[in-house]
């Protein structure tokens, strides 16, 4: 069956950074786009960036655009979000995302940014 994986979260100062990981199994990884959403306390859950499964286009969010970077190894079967310059509103939990017929998600990692 599918599974996604994170890894990664943890505390941070602003201005830190982290690289948050997403173990996938159970699929074809490589034919498949990969997202990370994040859902802060209160809010609702918000697309944060995706990488296709052919010539690796990226999106992004306007609110990570030239701080975040996602990227993936499909010889590990892994996708990464790579995040500097972190600030205390990136507080979030992180989920890796993918839809193959259905949606799937993992469990999330918790990312806090403070001082």
């Known amino acids: 069956q599918v599974q996604l994986v994170e890894s990664g979260g943890g505390l941070v100062q602003p201005g830190g950074s982290l690289r948050l990981s997403c173990a996938a199994s159970?699929?074809?990884?490589?034919?498949?786009?990969m997202s990370w959403y994040r859902q802060a306390p209160g809010k609702e859950r918000e697309l944060v960036a995706s990488i296709s499964s052919v010539s690796n286009v990226r999106n992004y969010a306007d609110s990570v655009k030239g701080r975040f970077t996602i990227s993936r190894d499909n010889a590990k079967n892994t996708v990464y979000l790579q995040m500097n310059s972190l600030k205390p509103e990136d507080t979030a939990v992180y989920y890796c995302?993918?839809?193959?017929?259905?949606?799937?998600w993992g469990q999330g990692t918790q990312v806090t940014v403070s001082s």
């Open positions: 159970g699929f074809t990884f490589r034919t498949y786009a």
């Open positions: 995302y993918t839809r193959i017929l259905s949606d799937y």
